[in-house]
């Protein structure tokens, strides 16, 4: 079962809907938003500049799917090239999605096509310190903790602590 597919301008309202319909879902472990991202217009706007990322090869931005529709986010970000040859995922699913095996399974998806596909070494995540579910699916992916980082992200209106996760591509020396 395939858990995700590369983002489209077509899908700004469906991000829009799911968006706004989990707003108070996903404050928690977001940046504050003005009401313009929740919109189809502000959607397509990222879209537009998350696929431009892509075709320049810093970004792989991904829908996640579930039961024929658009459920979440989930993106590889930050690609850098030469000796480093590493990346940070970032993902989101609504909350009627969550705790059903979805994200872990997008995880797993992103992971494969980051090392299989680009030829990555290195992904790393980053998750609030409180965000157990978050945690549970970078740990069921292979994902080890490697530090804290004091004060990392403006999340929810303030600096807040972050766990460092990374996953090393096994086929890597």
């Known amino acids: 079962m395939a858990f995700t597919r590369l983002l489209s301008t ?5 991000l829009a809907e799911v968006l706004s319909g989990n707003r108070g879902f996903l404050a928690p472990w977001e940046p504050v938003r003005g009401d313009d991202f929740f919109g189809v ?4 706007d990222i879209v537009r500049r998350d696929l431009r990322e ?17 459920v979440g986010r989930i993106n590889v970000n930050g690609i850098t090239r030469g000796a480093f ?20 399974g997008a995880v797993a998806e992103t992971k494969e096509r980051a090392f299989a596909g680009l030829g990555l070494h290195r992904l790393q995540a980053e998750t609030l310190i409180g965000n157990t579910a978050s945690r549970v699916v970078l740990e069921r992916n292979g994902f080890t903790p490697f530090g804290i ?5 403006r999340i929810a209106g303030r600096w807040q602590d972050h766990i460092l996760y990374q996953a090393l591509n096994p086929e890597e020396d």
Do not use: C, N
């Not at 077509?10 to 469906?14: E, I, K, R």
């Open 10 to 14: 077509d899908d700004a309202p469906a």
């Open 85 to 104: 040859q590493s990346a940070s995922i970032g993902y989101w699913v609504g909350a009627s999605h969550s705790g059903r095996g979805i994200a872990t």
């Open 54 to 70: 892509y075709a320049e090869g810093r970004m792989l931005p991904l829908a996640i799917v579930a039961g024929g529709g658009l």
């Open 149 to 153: 980082a004091p004060k990392f992200l």
């Open 41 to 44: 217009e502000g959607q397509l």
